[in-house]
Each structure stands twice: as C-alpha cells, then as structure tokens.
C-alpha cells in the first residue's frame, strides 16, 4: 500500500517565516541604533581651543544648565541630552561644579558624570598682594566665591578672632602666595579655612621654635617679611635685609622702612622718597613710630618668610640701593658710612632726572 506522504513545510511558508525572522531582526537593529544614537553615540562638541569645561553654579537648575550648554555650543544635540536627563531624574538632582567634557561621551555617560558630581579641580597662582581687594579679585576670577561674602568676612573682627585668631588687619598674613587647587564651586568661607590650613601647615615646630628665637609671633614674621619683600627681590639679600631690621629692633631703633611710608603714603610706585613723606601721620611710618607697622604692607612668600626665620648674623644697621641698580644692597655698620653710600645712589637718580 502507498503510505500518505509526511508533512513538510511548503517553500511559500519558509519564505514568510525567513521575511519575519528579518523584520523582527531589522526592528531590533533599528532600536539599537536609535538606543546608541540617544545614549552612547559622542555628543559632546569638540573644540580646538583646549578643554571645554561646563561651570554650574551652585543653586543652578536643570533650565539654567541646559541654557549654558547651549549658550556655550558644548552639545551637537541638547534635545536629546535633556531626554535623557529628564529620564535619569537628573533635573532633580543637580550639583554644582566645574566639570570637563570631552569628545567621546555620550548622553547617557555625561548625565553620569553629572549625577556623580566628580569635578576637575582649578590650580592657579594666588599672586603677591597688597591689599584685601586684590586678594578678592583673584579669589572672584578664579572660584564661584562669591566675592561680596568673601569681602565681608575679611571685615568682619569678630568672626577672624574667632575662626583664625587674626583680626581685620592682621588677616592678611594667613595667605601665603603660591600655587593653589580648589573646586571651582568652593564658597568663600571654605576659601579663607583652606587658606587657614596651608598658613597651619607652613607654620611648623621647627618654624615657631624659629619665631621663638628671635622674639616674634608668627603673625610678626609675616609683617616683617612683607617689608623685606618691598625691600627686595634678590633671594641672597634678604636674610641680610632682614638681619638689619632685626638689628634696629633689638636696639631700640626705629624700622625707618621706606615701603612702610609707600603704603602710608598709598603709592607704591614712588622711587624717590622725600623727606615730606616722612611727616605723614600713620601707624604704618616707621620713621615715625617705634616697632613693627601694625599688619603687612604686601603678602610674603615662603622664601621671604624663611629668610626672615633665618637671618643674617651680622652688625649692619643700614642699607641702601646699589647705584648700579642692579636691584642689589650695599650695607653699613656706621650712619656716616651709610650717609656715603646713600649719596651715590642719590646722584644716580639725579642723573637719571628721577625726582619721585
């Protein structure tokens, strides 16, 4: 007997199930690409001008966020990083800082890094210094601090007695010049404790025994060591500078320190003073008054500290510029060697017709 003939798909099905293998393949394929597209595919704007930092303010919301990218053209699509965001809840979530952007992330990993809040941190040179706006200034350029706060509490007495022993004066020498990192979203209140801890740090044992020695606080050296920064640039003499002032102060004798009477004076590029300066009624002139000027007249750097901490042993009492102005010193025992020496550097400015 002729058996039936066993079931076998027709070649018309194989072909609608091979077309539905290939839709569902070519949908999945589409839905990855648009997936990579919204949330791997680079969407950060390259620059050729160096790193593209986004700053966010602290407060800032999601509106203000997405305006500055797109004020500042870090994004090639803002639409669909804001869908992202607003899928991950970031609107909600926003953190304040300076973050670097780079070519290579995507949505999905920029709304990470923004989440997390991992920030690059700003290094910049904190610059000498004379007076509390220039200090502001540099803080204001560089962090979000806000520099009205940050002017405030550099007045306030009460609070720097507290938090750093230092008074509204005095407060000055807590900064040391040099190379500085910080956040960028870092407050003005955290600005001044950081200064507060680098000024800790660079007062060691070994430092304060040194002030000991020579019979000054801390907050002395750095006053002292701000005129002896005026006085000069060369690093040999300043141990010798400081030497002489220490000397004077030890016997009595007025500092009669012509950068006291510049600031005084509140001209600081006088190059001849004259004998009217002189009269000028402040704490600040030392050939007035006996001792230390009551705060800095410039921040000191460590290496004029460190000069100060460690003076010249030597019986000078007087100095004076080089004639040659090679911005060196020549030194006296005696006020009638001074006097000689003074003369010749007075006929260099005459000859130079440099009457102020």
Excluded at 110 to 125: H, N, S
Excluded at 347 to 353: M, P
Aim: charged share 20%; with cysteine.
């Amino acid at each position: 007997m002729n058996q039936p003939p066993s079931y076998q798909p027709t070649s018309l099905w194989r072909r609608v199930l091979w077309a539905v293998f290939f839709v569902f393949l070519l949908a999945g394929s589409v839905g990855l690409y648009q997936a990579w597209q919204l949330l791997w595919k680079p969407n950060v704007t390259a620059s050729a001008f160096g790193p593209a930092y986004l700053y966010i303010r602290t407060g800032s919301s999601f509106r203000a966020v997405l305006d500055s990218l797109q004020k500042h053209e870090l994004l090639r699509d803002s639409a669909t990083f804001a869908q992202v965001a607003r899928w991950r809840d970031y609107p909600a979530r926003v953190r304040p800082g300076r973050y670097l952007l780079t070519p290579e992330l995507g949505n999905s990993a920029l709304v990470d890094k923004l989440l997390q809040g991992p920030q690059d941190t700003v290094a910049f040179t904190l610059d000498a210094f004379k007076y509390k706006p220039q200090l502001v200034r540099q803080v204001a350029r560089q962090l979000e601090a806000d520099s009205t706060q940050l002017r405030l509490l550099l007045n306030d007495n009460g609070l720097l007695l507290r938090r750093y022993q230092l008074d509204t004066t005095t407060i000055l020498t807590m900064f040391l010049p040099g190379p500085y990192r910080f956040l960028w979203n870092t407050s003005a209140t955290q600005f001044l404790d950081s200064a507060a801890a680098m000024h800790h740090r660079f007062w060691t044992p070994q430092r304060r025994q040194r002030a000991d020695s020579l019979k000054l606080t801390p907050t002395q050296v750095h006053v002292l060591a701000s005129i002896v920064q005026r006085e000069t640039s060369e690093p040999t003499d300043k141990p010798i500078i400081a030497g002489v002032y220490l000397n004077r102060l030890r016997s009595g004798m007025r500092l009669q320190a012509d950068p006291t009477l510049l600031w005084a004076i509140g001209n600081f590029g006088v190059k001849r003073v004259l004998n009217k300066d002189k009269l000028v009624d402040s704490p600040y002139n030392t050939y007035k008054n006996k001792g230390l000027p009551p705060g800095p007249i410039t921040s000191a750097n460590r290496q004029t500290l460190n000069a100060v901490l460690k003076p010249a042993a030597h019986k000078y009492f007087f100095f004076c510029a080089r004639p040659d102005r090679s911005g060196f010193s020549d030194f006296a025992e005696t006020y009638a060697q001074h006097k000689r020496n003074a003369r010749k550097y007075q006929h260099t400015l005459d000859s130079l017709k440099i009457l102020r």
